[in-house]
């Protein structure tokens, strides 16, 4: 059996996410260390991780020192339950240890927020709360929306969270337009979607959530003339990152429009300044990044990772390596 171990900065981490089974389903099928190994406890274990062939982890992996990986040799594979490895994948990259993380895990849960914000937008949801707050009079009863038959939702950003929300779409009869330069046309026919320039996506959208990974080439790249261009009581949501809006342009928009709506789980500081008006604006909800898997759902970033163990001990197609060049492209 493979002989693996369990690197973390605590075992409270490894019970959270390992958590309904699944540091038992590891054992099982492993020859697992039966100790977890912490920065703090290392060089007392080192001797019996010579023979270690893989790592399983989550949020507070450790970066081990060039001396503890030199004593690991036949280290092969560190499967992160968790988000960015970047902190700690350049050095086991630099000795030819394979790293797979779950990102795409954490994909889910975002998608299954957005649609349900989307299909309550589509209803005049957020807006209907603001006017009943106020005194409703005779035969008003506060905004209503379309509805989920037949209007468009403009996706920004077509990577693993976009395209699970694309998914997720699939079964309304929703119009749902794609902004992703990067995305080829026969994936975009497979996705059943149209591709459309960003301007055009805030244009038509009724709903307009975005995606878009957080790269120096999309820092505030939604602006002022966007959120201008937007329909009467349409709806922007930002699951995605805060640092691709230029939030002080798209609040000054929000501050002349309030017929529009903005649903931010996501701002550029997290969570906003104190004096932000983001806090005290009518048309704008903010949540404290909460799409992402949070409790019961972070189990299933180790089943990600136990799956793809499992692909990686099999010879199966493996799908959520992180490469060096992909790690290039994100620094």
């Known amino acids: 059996m493979t002989k693996a171990a369990f690197f973390c900065s605590s075992d409270e981490s490894i019970d959270t996410v390992y958590a309904m089974g699944r540091r038992e389903r590891v054992a099982d099928r492993c020859d697992l260390y039966p100790v977890t190994i912490t920065a703090e406890n290392i060089d007392e274990h080192l001797a019996g991780l010579q023979d270690l062939e893989v790592v399983f982890s989550t949020w507070g992996m450790f970066l081990p020192s060039d001396e503890h990986l030199e004593a690991m040799p036949n280290l092969k594979a560190v499967f992160y339950a968790a988000g960015s490895v970047q902190h700690f994948a350049p050095a086991f990259h630099s000795r030819g240890i394979s790293v797979f993380s779950a990102w795409g895990a954490n994909a889910?849960?975002?998608?299954?927020?957005?649609?349900?914000?989307?299909?309550?937008?589509?209803?005049?949801?957020?807006?209907?709360?603001?006017?009943?707050?106020?005194?409703?009079?005779?035969?008003?009863?506060?905004h209503r929306g379309p509805g989920n038959f037949g209007e468009c939702v403009a996706v920004l950003g077509a990577g693993m969270a976009g395209r699970a929300l694309i998914k997720l779409l699939e079964p309304f009869e929703l119009d749902v337009i794609v902004h992703d330069p990067f995305l080829p046309d026969e994936d975009a026919g497979a996705l059943g979607v149209e591709k459309v320039s960003l301007e055009d996506a805030f244009r038509r959208g009724l709903v307009v959530t975005n995606h878009i990974a957080n790269l120096p080439a999309t820092v505030g790249m939604l602006k002022r003339e966007h959120f201008e261009v937007m329909r009467e009581f349409a709806v922007f949501i930002n699951t995605g990152r805060g640092a691709t809006v230029d939030e002080e342009q798209m609040i000054g928009v929000l501050q002349e429009r309030e017929d529009l709506t903005a649903l931010l789980d996501v701002?550029?500081?997290?969570?906003?300044?104190?004096d932000s008006p983001l806090y005290t604006m009518p048309n704008v909800s903010l949540t404290g990044h909460i799409a992402g898997s949070l409790g019961n759902e972070v189990v299933r970033m180790a089943d990600f990772m136990i799956e793809e163990f499992l692909a990686w001990g099999e010879g199966r197609p493996l799908r959520y390596e992180v490469t060096s060049e992909m790690l290039k492209t994100l620094a």
Do not use: H, S, W
């Not at 309550?120 to 949801?125: C, E, F, S, T």
């Not at 701002?267 to 104190?274: G, N, V």
């Open 108 to 142: 889910v849960p975002v998608a299954e927020f957005t649609l349900a914000q989307i299909l309550l937008a589509n209803k005049g949801y957020f807006r209907n709360i603001r006017d009943c707050k106020v005194t409703p009079r005779k035969g008003n009863m506060g």
């Open 267 to 274: 701002t550029e500081a997290e969570p906003p300044q104190r």
